[in-house]
């Protein structure tokens, strides 16, 4: 519903109109330090516009139109603490979607747009983009340049939707709190089977993979490679301060904690060490052969 006046209401014991403003507005949201207030409305032309208004004076600071994509808006909300401004469009189905996404600490700056809602970091830094069976990491000062992270023979999760006739897939994306790393949960795998399973048990198995069914991988933002994996594991999470991941088994009874940052078991490293000097030896051994076959001669 389009409203022409926006009231700005103080809750107290007895609730004080403190603002009422002729703005055109369909959908707001107030800023997380309460000094501004975003008003947005669809355009006679097709397209959307966002305003942002001062709490204190009531004036306009900025607006910005945008492409709504045949859409409409349905929600504006201020994210990663009010750094990023993200307006919300739908059609007539709730697969028909598009979020748009501005950086808004200074002169807003259009960041992109999605047609699925981006997870964003806590510091404002990334942007997630849930794939089929990872997902695309996005710098926000680069959005041009995304980078895939996909593991492969995963599987995403899927759903069958029977509007479109087809399978739909949602890996679920979560940042840390510090932002240096992305959780990726849901996935599952497709029949690997880890290398020297045959010979090693998994636990002392150096290029062990995750074994069949449901895993959750831990990316690194800045260089962009796995740094964990939990096979079994079906849903995990972040404690507050980061210092501890929990992942739930697949049978759903129990919860494992882990310490942040990871580091590989000590058998893990035990099996790489034992392999490297396998290696090693039968290089020398073999040069040795080699020498007393040339010699010998």
Not at 84 to 110: H, Q, Y
Not at 183 to 209: A, I, Y
Request: charged share 20%; hydrophobic share 45%; aromatic share 10%.
């Amino acid at each position: 519903v389009t409203v022409n006046e926006v009231l700005c209401w103080k809750l107290d014991q007895v609730p004080v109109l403190t603002k009422q403003l002729p703005i055109t507005a369909s959908v707001g949201a107030f800023s997380p330090d309460l000094t501004s207030f975003a008003a947005a409305d669809d355009l006679p032309d097709g397209n959307g516009q966002i305003a942002m208004w001062d709490m204190m004076t009531g004036e306009k600071r900025w607006s910005v139109t945008f492409n709504e994509h045949g859409l409409y808006l349905h929600s504006i909300s201020f994210i990663a603490n009010g750094k990023i401004l993200s307006a919300d469009c739908l059609g007539n189905s709730e697969l028909d979607r598009r979020t748009t996404l501005w950086d808004v600490t200074s002169t807003p700056k259009e960041i992109g747009s999605f047609l699925d809602k981006p997870t964003v970091s806590p510091d404002a830094a990334w942007l997630a983009i849930p794939l089929d069976s990872g997902a695309k990491l996005i710098r926000v000062s680069a959005p041009e340049s995304g980078v895939d992270l996909i593991v492969n023979g995963d599987l995403g999760p899927s759903a069958f939707v029977p509007v479109i006739g087809a399978m739909v897939v949602w890996p679920t994306l979560s940042f840390s709190p510090d932002s240096k790393m992305i959780l990726v949960t849901g996935l599952g795998r497709s029949g690997h089977k880890p290398f020297l399973d045959d010979w090693l048990p998994q636990k002392f198995n150096p290029f062990r993979g995750s074994p069949d069914g449901r895993v959750v991988r831990v990316w690194d933002t800045a260089s962009r490679r796995e740094v964990a994996a939990f096979g079994q594991s079906s849903e995990a999470w972040f404690s507050p301060d980061g210092q501890v991941l929990a992942t739930l088994r697949k049978d759903r009874k129990a919860i494992d904690l882990w310490k942040v940052p990871f580091r590989p078991s000590l058998w893990h490293a035990l099996g790489w060490t034992v392999i490297v000097w396998l290696i090693v030896v039968s290089i020398c051994w073999l040069g040795i052969k080699i020498r007393r076959k040339m010699f010998s001669r």
